[in-house]
């Protein structure tokens, strides 16, 4: 390819348009290449061309200038369009770019240079807003043919964000904005690996995304947000790889903890929860980020940052150093009340913003007490603790984990989680709730009203006793909240529900969850003989459908008919997924293109992706193409992001990024 002016061809405007049109661009001599000219095209009839011809327009092109690399989108004409405001707009845009590279966004020009078919009025102003270079007669650079028909075609990226774990705080693990991959081109042949971020330490928590941030001196930036169990958060342009910043956690002299005698995160524990970002709050954004650390003489913290999103600093006086008591006579315990001490502790579920503010659920390391278990509540805008509820304040143990799933919340406010194995008061008082408070291992409901936080209501097992004696509990699951749904009769039924290690499916009416009964199980729903293993991994839900990824099973689908789910799966993945299953997640346009993708946890991880519609349907999966889109070891209860046409997986040293190969080239 010569270096200097480059020029392609649009099929001339006629009555009549080719399935085939070439889209392209042409450079400045600075530019050394461009990235695969790729494009969405779509039929518009624009105004100053005859009244009888089409027009096709494409939608992204990418270059790879000589010292940086932009991602120049500009978003172009749907039908009935103005074609001037088009190209006018495009060129205001890469101006306030300050884009080094020219780019001829729309195909008017033939391989001599002259215009075909723009009005005289136009022509002129887009000369101006971009200066034309000659191209030599004959040559097509960097032209791409694009068949309008072609399932690899690549339409406008959404500009989504991912806030929180599982996209949002009912924990539903759909992203039903994405518009680029489809069930078409989601396929070895058009999607891998782009791309891997290496970072300073394991990935436990799931990454999450900004689309268009403004960055002081960068201009609009998507941006990814990455942390690792080494205390350090990392902000990544999304489309180029490269860190817009890194910031370490740690206090001086201090290093991340260690294991605390327990394999659950080795070999250091820092950041394991998934953060959450308020974008609305702050000069920029805030990405909220609980961080465990020691120092050299062997005390331990906990803290809170609020980072800035766009510059990584810290903000409203933070870091908070978290601490907290609370009444009763249960482990730990100091006089009157039972203490929080932070070296037994970590935060394992991902955070929650709900209400202007921040909560917070600490699971142990292991079973290693003493502990309990503890939700927290901080201010949003100053980090102040606002709230303290202990679930077994005059028992033991009773940690809130969930395998990294976060407290999911309802409409009206109020939060849900699994608890762990604990003390649990059989002895009910005259509303059956426990006497002593005790709620070890049972489906809880939290009520945030009037900024107290208070266990509102509860369902346990009848056998949830023996279930904490033999490990059994269902604190190893993630909760998560149906949308509003209407049974049989007509009415409206508002359930949650959520499945732990007795590898059974509970189903709960949110409006009463059933509490304790010690001869039989008072619940909405239970699907006894569902799943094939227990569950250390969170659900997923897409179009009436919950999707459950157990121990030693296959990925299963459960439709809702009549607001209860059926007894048995309607379709499953002949793949079945070790230890610790899999939580799935999912990318639809609507209601359309539902892809179920999937994480298996081995030596060698590996992506797989679904249709929705039917698990029997693998769309693609990470070995199908050799090496090529390996990435490395597993890392248990992961979950990936899947945002703009891109699926971002943490791993023990960094994140995968997958993506359309025709995209771009690979991001490293």
Not at 161 to 173: E, I, K, P
Not at 599 to 608: G, K, Q, Y
Not at 632 to 658: L, M, R
Request: proline share 4%; glycine share 12%.
């Amino acid at each position: 390819m010569a270096q200097g002016a480059i020029g392609s061809v649009l099929h001339p405007i006629g009555r009549s348009i080719s399935n085939f049109v070439s889209i392209g661009a042409f450079a400045r001599g600075d530019c050394v290449a461009w990235r695969e000219a790729d494009a969405t095209v779509a039929a518009g009839r624009c105004r100053g061309f005859p009244s009888n011809g089409r027009m096709v327009m494409p939608e992204c092109v990418w270059a790879r200038c000589r010292e940086h690399r932009y991602r120049m989108r500009a978003l172009l004409a749907r039908s009935d369009n103005d074609c001037e405001d088009v190209l006018m707009s495009a060129c205001r845009t890469m101006r306030n770019l300050g884009l080094d590279c020219g780019l001829v966004l729309l195909g008017l020009f033939t391989s001599g240079g002259s215009v075909l078919g723009a009005p005289a009025h136009l022509a002129p102003a887009f000369i101006r807003a971009v200066p034309l270079l000659p191209t030599p007669a004959g040559s097509l650079l960097a032209a791409a043919a694009i068949d309008n028909n072609n399932t690899a075609s690549i339409p406008k990226a959404a500009g989504v964000d991912v806030l929180t774990y599982h996209n949002d705080a009912l924990r539903s693990g759909l992203n039903s904005k994405e518009t680029i991959l489809t069930l078409t081109n989601v396929n070895a042949q058009h999607f891998g690996r782009i791309g891997f971020w290496g970072v300073d330490g394991k990935v436990d928590a799931q990454p999450l995304y900004l689309a268009h941030l403004p960055v002081p001196g960068l201009g609009s930036r998507n941006v990814l947000y990455v942390e690792t169990e080494h205390d350090s958060v990392y902000a990544f342009d999304a489309d180029h790889g490269t860190a817009l910043w890194k910031v370490s956690l740690l206090g001086l002299g201090e290093s991340p903890s260690d294991d605390r005698g327990c394999g659950q995160v080795i070999p250091e524990i820092g950041v394991t929860a998934t953060p959450v970002i308020d974008r609305t709050r702050g000069p920029h954004g805030v990405i909220y980020v609980v961080a465990m650390s020691k120092d050299s003489v062997g005390n331990y913290f906990q803290r809170l940052h609020a980072l800035d999103a766009a510059l990584g600093t810290e903000l409203f006086g933070g870091p908070h150093i978290i601490q907290a008591s609370y009444p009763g006579t249960g482990d730990n315990r100091e006089g009157a009340r039972v203490v929080f001490d932070p070296k037994q502790y970590k935060e394992r579920s991902a955070l929650l913003l709900l209400d202007a503010k921040i909560y917070l659920g600490f699971a142990s390391h292991c079973d290693i007490r003493p502990y309990t278990g503890w939700i927290m509540a901080y201010d949003a805008a100053t980090l102040a603790q606002t709230g303290v509820l202990n679930v077994t304040p005059n028992g033991s143990e009773g940690a809130i984990w969930q395998s990294g799933a976060g407290l999911a919340a309802d409409p009206t406010g109020n939060i849900y989680f699994l608890d762990a194995n604990g003390t649990f008061d059989t002895s009910l008082n005259a509303a059956k709730f426990p006497i002593k408070g005790d709620f070890g291992n049972a489906f809880l409901k939290i009520s945030t009203a009037r900024g107290r936080l208070a266990a509102a209501d509860y369902f346990a097992t009848h056998d949830t006793l023996r279930q904490s004696a033999i490990d059994s509990d269902l604190g190893s699951g993630g909760a998560m909240i149906l949308p509003d749904l209407r049974n049989g009769s007509g009415q409206v039924v508002h359930l949650a529900l959520g499945a732990g290690k007795d590898s059974v499916i509970y189903v709960v009416d949110r409006d009463s969850m059933g509490k304790f009964n010690e001869d039989r199980d008072e619940v909405y729903q239970k699907l006894q003989n569902a799943l094939g293993g227990k569950v250390f991994s969170a659900p997923a839900y897409f179009n009436h459908t919950v999707y459950f990824g157990a121990v030693g099973d296959a990925l299963k689908a459960f439709l809702i008919t009549n607001a209860r789910l059926s007894n048995s799966a309607v379709s499953r993945s002949a793949h079945t997924f070790g230890f610790p299953g899999t939580s799935p997640a999912i990318s639809a346009d609507g209601s359309a293109d539902g892809i179920v993708w999937a994480i298996e946890n081995a030596s060698r991880a590996v992506l797989h992706a679904y249709d929705a519609t039917d698990l029997g349907k693998e769309l693609y999966n990470s070995n199908e193409a050799g090496a090529r889109d390996h990435f490395g070891p597993g890392n248990k209860f992961v979950t990936p992001t899947i945002v703009d046409g891109k699926v971002f997986v943490g791993t023990p040293s960094g994140v995968a990024v997958f993506g359309l190969l025709s995209r771009t080239a690979h991001l490293q």
